[in-house]
């Protein structure tokens, strides 16, 4: 079991910089592949980014390539999604997820934070 803790979301103007953080509880954090997702108003949740258990691969959704990164700190149980050059179309709420694979794409995750507002203003 693990709990999951998001922050870092708030309002920022077309072009700008956030960073996501996601805080995890548990001993096994490292055995655990990470991902964000996000849902829009209206639209269905979907995968943005995920992480393998030792940061060895990352996988992102078309439209972030370039722009976001994914990545974690084992020592400190935390993933990080750092995303620049943010556009209108990022607006939602960002949740992270974790699950017991190696394989950090965006098949079934179990666990899930409550998530992060994300706001990108034209």
């Known amino acids: 079991q693990v709990q999951l803790v998001e922050s870092g979301g708030g309002t920022v103007q077309a072009g700008g910089s956030l960073r996501l953080s996601c805080a995890a509880s548990g001993r096994t954090f490292s055995s655990y592949s990470m991902g964000w997702f996000r849902q829009a108003p209206g639209k269905e949740r979907e995968f943005v980014a995920g992480i393998s258990p030792r940061g060895i691969s990352t996988y992102y959704t078309e439209s972030v390539k370039g722009r976001f990164t994914i990545s974690r700190d084992n020592a400190k149980n935390t993933v990080y999604l750092q995303m620049n050059s943010l556009e209108p179309a990022d607006t939602a709420v960002y949740y992270c997820?974790?699950?017991?694979?190696?394989?950090?794409?965006?098949?079934?995750?179990?666990?899930w934070g409550q998530g992060t507002q994300v706001t990108v203003s034209s």
């Open positions: 997820a974790a699950k017991i694979s190696v394989y950090a794409g965006k098949s079934p995750y179990d666990y």
